[in-house]
């Protein structure tokens, strides 16, 4: 047994956004661009995987294109929009300018992120 230290190699990742995309580059650079934003970001290639991290981490923002998040409607019997705030990826996202794509990306999931908290600030009735 050892006591865990602060400076834990395996800290544990709060997740405030889930990217589901097909490309691991693009990917890559979301979860990268929405680290240094300060969120915590998980990401999946396929609709399968997406599955799994929205049950094992209950993101509160997804991004995802519409005919991914029809197939995960499909594969999980309810709309991820039920459940969370979803962003779609711009359809330009991967071919755009790095740096207007990040701009975009991060300005639709603060938005996302907003709504989302206010969702979850109000009591229910």
């Keep these: 047994y050892r006591p865990v230290e602060?400076?834990?190699?395996?800290?544990?990742?709060?997740?405030?956004?889930?990217?589901v995309h097909p490309s691991l580059d693009?990917?890559?650079?979301?979860?990268?661009?929405?680290?240094?934003a300060g969120y915590g970001a998980a990401t999946a290639s396929n609709v399968s995987d997406a599955r799994v991290l929205m049950r094992a981490?209950?993101?509160?923002v997804m991004v995802i294109s519409p005919d991914a998040q029809a197939r995960l409607a499909a594969l999980t019997g309810e709309d991820p929009a039920s459940r969370l705030a979803v962003v779609a990826w711009p359809p330009d996202f991967s071919t755009e300018d790095a740096g207007a794509a990040a701009n975009q990306l991060l300005a639709e999931?603060?938005?996302?992120v907003a709504g989302a908290a206010k969702r979850a600030a109000k009591?229910?009735?």
Excluded at 26 to 36: I, M, N, W
Excluded at 57 to 60: A, N, Q, R
Excluded at 109 to 112: D, E, L, P, S
Aim: hydrophobic share 45%; net charge negative.
């Design 6 to 19: 602060a400076d834990d190699p395996w800290p544990s990742l709060a997740v405030d956004v889930l990217c």
């Design 26 to 36: 693009v990917l890559a650079y979301a979860r990268e661009v929405l680290k240094q």
């Design 109 to 112: 999931v603060n938005r996302a």
């Design 57 to 60: 981490t209950t993101p509160p």
């Design 123 to 125: 009591p229910l009735v």
